[in-house]
């Protein structure tokens, strides 16, 4: 049976790690979960994070995956290297990736962050920008108000506009030209926030280089599936599966439209 890539998410933010994992890695089978029971992650504690990663990755572990790809910002900056000394297989976190993106792309040196109040608080992209680059300077923004809008479907509504524009305002007047979108959720909310710093702010997206760094893992450990048939991923959520569902259809359609889904809903755990 082909082993799986294991991705997990506060909700339904994850689901733009998939997208890119299903567009680079055409035929390796995802495996996602969403807790979308007790999303937002971001305010909650570092301890409370740190358990219900836990309790997903023990969930996940049971489809014996060949790989954890922990999709969540906060997630990452607080329980990457804690499920890393739980686990035998390669664990992939979200924000090296989104750094070094941003190191990347960045002219001037001064890039912004915009994230949970969790990740914020971690100064986990902070860390990971200056260990590649010491003399960066980072403006970090919590934007509180975003996941959790994403979480309700509502990123393409007419409201969408003025609620980026209300959390973004306080890095408009910074000198920055990256914004880091450190949270998955972020991306579901790309025009609008586009719109919002103008076109001389290049938007950074993790999704992108996280699914390269899983398929490099991939390759170094010689774990590429070998297999050239369409895989069967599966979907599984903590609360109610209706909104997930929609959101996750709607995101992934050209992905997935041809491929059999398994929607499944566990009991919360």
Not at 202 to 224: F, V, W, Y
């Amino acid at each position: 049976m082909q082993q799986a890539i294991a991705v997990l998410d506060s909700g339904v933010g994850g689901l733009t790690v998939v997208k890119e994992v299903m567009k680079q890695l055409p035929h390796e089978k995802v495996i996602y979960f969403g807790d979308t029971a007790r999303s937002p992650y971001g305010p909650r504690p570092a301890s409370e994070v740190r358990h219900f990663t836990r309790q997903i990755v023990d969930y996940l572990l049971q489809f014996n995956p060949k790989m954890i790809v922990i999709a969540c910002n906060t997630a990452t900056a607080v329980a990457i290297e804690d499920i890393r000394a739980r686990v035998s297989i390669p664990v992939v976190g979200v924000i090296s990736p989104g750094a070094r993106a941003a190191i990347k792309m960045t002219r001037s040196g001064r890039i912004g962050v915009i994230g949970t109040d969790g990740t914020i608080r971690s100064q986990a992209y902070e860390t990971a920008l200056r260990q590649i680059s010491p003399d960066i300077h980072v403006y970090s923004e919590a934007c509180p108000l975003l996941a959790p809008f994403v979480e309700r479907g509502l990123f393409s509504s007419d409201r969408a506009h003025s609620i980026v524009e209300q959390s973004l305002s306080p890095l408009k007047d910074k000198p920055i030209d990256c914004l880091i979108l450190g949270c998955t959720h972020y991306p579901f909310l790309m025009e609008s926030i586009s719109q919002v710093m103008g076109p001389e702010v290049t938007l950074i997206s993790s999704a992108e280089e996280t699914a390269r760094d899983i398929s490099t893992i991939l390759s170094q450990r010689n774990m590429q599936t070998k297999s050239n048939e369409i895989p069967i991923h599966q979907f599984f959520c903590s609360g109610t599966p209706i909104v997930f569902r929609q959101i996750a259809e709607n995101w992934l359609k050209e992905y997935i439209s041809f491929i059999p889904v398994v929607w499944q809903v566990p009991t919360i755990i």
